[in-house]
Nanobody, 122 residues
Framework: VQLQASGGGLVQPGGSLRLSCLVS????????IGWFAQAPGKERAAISC????????YYTNSETVRFTISRDNAKNAAYLQMNSLKPGDTAVYYC????????????????WGQGTLVTVSS
């Protein structure tokens, strides 16, 4: 079982990035996918989650109206489109899979990717 997060990098404020989470070893359609972020010196926190059956999307706070989560079960992949990035978005972003409902609690998740670093700076 493996989740591979990618797409991070250095971007200027106001820019965009699309993070990808490619899964292998299990069928993505049976899992909800969450994205989490760990900013420097802070604890990891939930950003967004997309459920299995109807693709319902959840975001943890109003800042994430700038972000859009999606999934493509046929490609065994999930995505996080991040727009209008701010320096405060700088963090390592992780994707995780849970074989149940979406949750902001990272302890609920069964599998984790290794993280991809997003740096927002001019």
């Amino acid at each position: 079982v493996q989740l591979q997060a990618s797409g991070g990098g250095l971007v200027q404020p106001g820019g965009s990035l699309r993070l990808s989470c490619l899964v292998s070893g299990f069928t993505l359609e049976h899992y909800a996918i969450g994205w989490f972020a760990q900013a420097p010196g802070k604890e990891r926190a939930a950003i967004s989650c997309i459920s299995t059956a109807d693709g319902s999307k959840y975001y943890t706070n109003s800042e994430t109206v700038r972000f859009t989560i999606s999934r493509d079960n046929a490609k065994n992949a999930a995505y996080l489109q991040m727009n209008s990035l701010k320096p405060g978005d700088t963090a390592v972003y992780y994707c995780a899979a849970v074989a149940s409902l979406c949750s902001p609690d990272e302890d609920e998740y069964d599998y984790w990717g290794q993280g991809t670093l997003v740096t927002v700076s001019s």
